[in-house]
């Protein structure tokens, strides 16, 4: 509930996000082949999901976007069923058929996602609608990334929603990239020096920008947002401010390549060494340890145990993912209809 | 028990008979529903019937939603082109999100547009545009001839678990036409036969149907009995019905209002080529729109598009009695 964040459920969650990321990323090299297409991380992003979802209550919702394995792990889905998944096999979340971008969990209320910049954010919407006629104050969380805010998906939808008072809380997680491409390269408020949350005055709504890096400021902004849509006020952006430690996704190359991951953008295209040293100097998941150690939440050794278990359970996950077959061929047209 | 009804009205009735059966059917759009009274907010109210701004991608992604969230949204859109600001949504969303979660989630939806207002409105808005929509792995397109296949229709895309594309023509909105009462469901997949003949299968879908028939009942004259089929539904489409005919005739010819190289025509003459090749006794023939974007000006609208003496031609050069048609 966002009234009182529990700092060892949000360390906890942060930890296991970081860990999970970790090994898809390393499974591009300890096991070439076994991750195909294209594959995004939230190393860096994990205090902001964590602090987000940690807002939820059974009944509400969430859509993201085709950098998904943070929220569903946060949100309980297993880990085995998500690596699986990435690995397309069988026993994957989705069966094998969605693969990394569309992890997929209602069951847990993870509604699903699209792979499509900006496209996911009417789906989150529609859903909120369904929420406001259920009539049990549910509320839809809807993330995505600065880059989808000057998608048209974007603006339409927060039109609506706002004029139509939908519970939703739309959580813009800046980055500072799209792709290749910085901020202030593509966006007139950044260019301009503004926060992007400005964007919600066009929209009559509250537009924030928060520190993503602290998972209590995230919890407190958008519990805000979350009560002010339970409490049937409509919607708010939420620009929470995030460094992705990863490079947008691993190298985009033809078979015979071996896939990995390059060094992040500022590095890699810009040259920029500093920024992403100051990056790493903000690293969300070891301020977060720092913090729950100094505060007296946890001892160290409680921490380090945690982040153990942490590595234990990925590591299995990924053992999973390595031993379960592929799906059976028929499969592949078994889902294409419901009716 | 059945009465007279224009397609429209039959349209309206399907949607209201299936809101009055099933609270999660909502209606929304563009124009709709902008006072207390109006028809459909009266009875269902503004939970369920709501005015959208001019946004289709907001609409068509908020129906994606809606759907996957449990509640079966038809999403009113007017004309067909007005998809194509939102094709996204339309082809690479809500078909794609059953298959992608493994099986999740489902996607019930119905996307309502009329098309081929072959009518003066020129090039934006005349189109016959329904092979866009074609060869996408779970979305459903239908396309409606009478008043009561776009009722029947209606009540099944409504009632199907997946993405439907309900095209309704608009020449043929206030085609007045028998309309059973009550509960009529017409099912997906399932060509009716219009007119039963031996000497030549015709094949036509929307307003084409009526002007097959014209052209039948003028060959009729000439002692041609040509066989009519609408295969009604063309995401599924019934090949068995159409091959069973042309096993029959042994000469197709496709009538189509798209042009040549987007229409459901060139599917069909495919699928009976590969599968019904020995069946037949003449080449396949279709009479489609002249590749050009449809004119304004009322006699090169006409001239672009099939008529009855073109398909009557068309069946004259496949049973030999005329040249092939330009």
């Known amino acids: 509930m966002s009234s009182k964040p529990d700092l060892t459920w949000m360390y906890t969650q942060m930890v296991r996000i970081r860990e999970f990321e970790e090994r898809v990323k390393r499974t591009f090299t300890d096991h070439p082949g076994v991750i195909r297409g294209h594959t995004h991380l939230a190393d860096g992003v994990e205090a902001s999901i964590v602090g987000s979802v940690s807002t939820l209550r059974e009944g509400d919702q969430v859509l993201a976007t085709y950098r998904c394995h943070g929220y569903p792990l946060a949100m309980g889905t297993s880990a085995d069923a998500m690596m699986a998944e990435i690995y397309g096999k069988a026993t994957g979340l989705c069966k094998g058929i969605g693969g990394s971008m569309h992890l997929t969990d209602p069951a847990n209320g993870f509604l699903g996602t699209s792979g499509i910049v900006g496209q996911g954010i009417p ?8 929420a406001q006629i259920r009539g049990n104050q549910d509320v839809v969380l809807s993330f995505f ?9 974007f603006h339409e939808t927060l039109n609506v929603a ?4 939908l519970p939703i809380v739309f959580v813009m997680e ?17 260019a301009a020096g503004q926060d992007l949350s400005i964007k919600a005055t066009g929209y009559a709504m509250p537009g924030v920008t928060i520190d993503g890096g602290d998972p209590v400021a995230v919890h407190e902004a958008v519990g805000a947002a979350v009560q002010r849509a339970r409490d049937g006020e409509g919607p708010t952006l939420v620009e929470s401010k995030v460094y992705r430690l990863s490079a947008h996704g691993n190298l985009i190359a033809p078979p015979g390549v071996p896939l990995h991951y390059p060094e992040h953008e500022a590095i890699e295209v810009f040259g920029d060494t500093e920024q992403y040293a100051a990056a790493l100097r903000g690293d969300p998941v070891p301020r977060m340890r720092g913090r729950v150690v100094s505060e007296g939440v946890l001892t160290s050794d409680e921490a380090e145990r945690i982040a153990q278990e942490a590595r234990d359970e990925m590591q299995a996950a990924v053992q999973f993912g390595l031993d379960s077959p ?3 061929l028929d499969e592949a047209l078994a889902y294409v209809h419901a009716s | 028990m059945s009465r007279e009804l224009p397609y429209i009205a039959a349209i309206d009735e399907a949607i209201h008979q299936e809101m009055a059966r099933d609270e999660t059917v909502l209606y929304y759009g563009q124009n709709l529903a902008t006072v207390e009274n109006a028809p459909f907010v009266s009875d269902f109210g503004a939970d369920r019937v709501r005015v959208t701004p001019i946004s289709e991608t907001a609409e068509i992604g908020m129906a994606v939603g809606a759907a996957m969230a449990g509640l079966r949204p038809v999403v009113e859109l007017y004309m067909a082109e007005f998809m194509l600001v939102a094709m996204d949504q339309v082809t690479n969303e809500a078909p794609r999100m059953r298959a992608m979660s493994g099986g999740q989630v489902k996607v019930p939806l119905v996307l309502k547009a009329g098309y081929g207002f072959a009518a003066g409105w020129a090039g934006q808005h005349t189109g016959v545009i329904t092979n866009m929509f074609l060869g996408v792995p779970g979305l459903k397109v239908v396309a409606p001839a ?9 009540a099944t895309a409504i009632r199907d678990d997946d993405p439907v594309v309900f095209l309704h023509h608009y020449l043929l909105t206030l085609v007045h036409g028998d309309v059973p009462e009550g509960e009529y469901l017409v099912p997906f997949g399932q060509a009716s036969v219009r007119r039963t003949g031996g000497d030549v299968t015709l094949v036509a879908t929307g307003w ?3 002007r097959a028939l014209a052209a039948a009942e003028l060959l009729a004259g000439e002692g041609i009995e040509a066989e009519v089929i609408d295969p009604r539904t063309l995401a599924p489409l019934d090949m068995p019905t159409i091959l069973s005919s042309v096993e029959k005739t042994g000469r197709l010819v496709l009538v189509d209002q798209a042009p040549r190289h987007s229409a459901v025509s060139g599917v069909i003459a495919g699928e009976v080529a590969e599968h019904g090749f020995g069946l037949l006794k003449a080449p396949i023939v279709q009479v489609t729109a002249l590749d050009a974007t449809v004119p304004y000006s009322e006699p090169l609208e006409a001239h672009v598009l099939p008529d009855e003496d073109r398909i009557a031609s068309a069946v004259r050069s496949v049973l030999g009695t005329a040249p ?3």
Do not use: C, I, R
């Open chain 1, 162 to 165: 706002s004029l139509w008072k």
């Open chain 1, 123 to 130: 789906h989150a919407a529609g859903a909120a609608w369904a």
């Open chain 2, 208 to 210: 084409m149907v009526d």
């Open chain 2, 324 to 326: 092939v048609a330009a």
């Open chain 1, 145 to 153: 990334g600065d880059g989808a805010s000057k998608q048209g998906s």
């Open chain 2, 146 to 154: 009478t008043p009561a296949d776009a009722k029947g229709l209606m």
């Open chain 1, 326 to 328: 592929y799906p059976e």
């Open chain 1, 174 to 190: 800046n980055n500072g990239y799209n792709v290749v491409t910085q901020s202030f390269q593509e966006d007139a408020n950044a």
